[in-house]
């Protein structure tokens, strides 16, 4: 079975452009979350959805980032104008019902320059 | 005090030692809880669910302790390929977000 799928694996991207991360969650699966990852702060939870509705954008560092999920297959994290301090790997991972385990997609490394 | 808590390590453990992680929840009303395992530059992975009745998987046990709000994982006869970071994660359940651990850095020295 397919895991969690992202897009692109990398993205390196000059300061104020528009960057747009892309994910497919497992088929069946209701929850998905995006998450941002340093090596000053570790995984934070952007926001997650439950059933394609957006339910806890608290994690969204302001409003330069917007996240999507026009359906159940298919999900963007959009940052524009993207930030150097944006410079992260950034996972998506589904889960099946609330309660279940995560699973992670390979993630996204962005540099912005 | 901080949602979920754990300890950065690192812990530099001999091949075949017995090593043991802990992770503290502030939120009592925690439904489920998981050990993740990353890999350098990987995403993380999941190494097992912990439950109320204790388990073990292989060289591997995870124990939950909801009176004093911690959980922790016990790896015996460490192994070279046991080097990782192992993450704590705790999911209150319904509508509320999942938290993760800033993670534990393991490694095995031969």
């Known amino acids: 079975d397919a895991g969690v799928i992202q897009s692109p694996r990398h993205e390196v991207t000059e300061m104020g452009q528009e960057v747009t991360l892309r994910c497919k969650p497992i088929s069946g699966h209701d929850y998905l979350f995006w998450y941002r990852q340093t090596m000053m702060r570790g995984l934070e939870l952007l926001i997650y959805?439950?059933?394609?509705?957006?339910?806890?954008d608290s994690g969204m560092p302001e409003d330069r980032f917007s996240a999507k999920m026009p359906n159940a297959s298919f999900s963007t994290l959009k940052i524009q104008p993207s930030e150097p301090r944006d410079s992260a790997v950034y996972f998506c991972?589904?889960?099946?019902?609330?309660?279940?385990?995560?699973?992670f997609g390979n993630g996204t490394r962005l540099t912005v320059t | 005090r901080k949602e979920v808590e754990q300890d950065p390590g690192p812990f530099n453990v001999p091949e075949g030692a017995t090593v043991a992680f802990n992770c503290t929840y502030s939120?009592?009303?925690?439904?489920?809880f998981f050990w993740y395992r990353q890999d350098c530059r990987k995403e993380p992975k999941l190494l097992m669910s912990v439950y109320s009745s204790g388990n073990e998987d292989g060289r591997f046990t995870a124990q939950l302790n909801r009176a004093s709000q911690y959980i922790s994982l016990l790896i015996r006869d460490s192994k070279l390929s046991d080097s990782a970071t192992y993450l704590c994660?705790?999911?209150?359940?319904?509508?509320?977000?999942?938290?993760f651990g800033t993670g534990t850095k393991l490694q095995v020295i031969p």
């Open positions: 994660v705790v999911n209150p359940g319904g509508y509320q977000k999942v938290t």
């Open positions: 991972a589904s889960s099946l019902k609330s309660g279940s385990p995560l699973h």
């Open positions: 939120n009592s009303a925690s439904q489920s």
């Open positions: 959805f439950n059933n394609n509705v957006p339910i806890d």
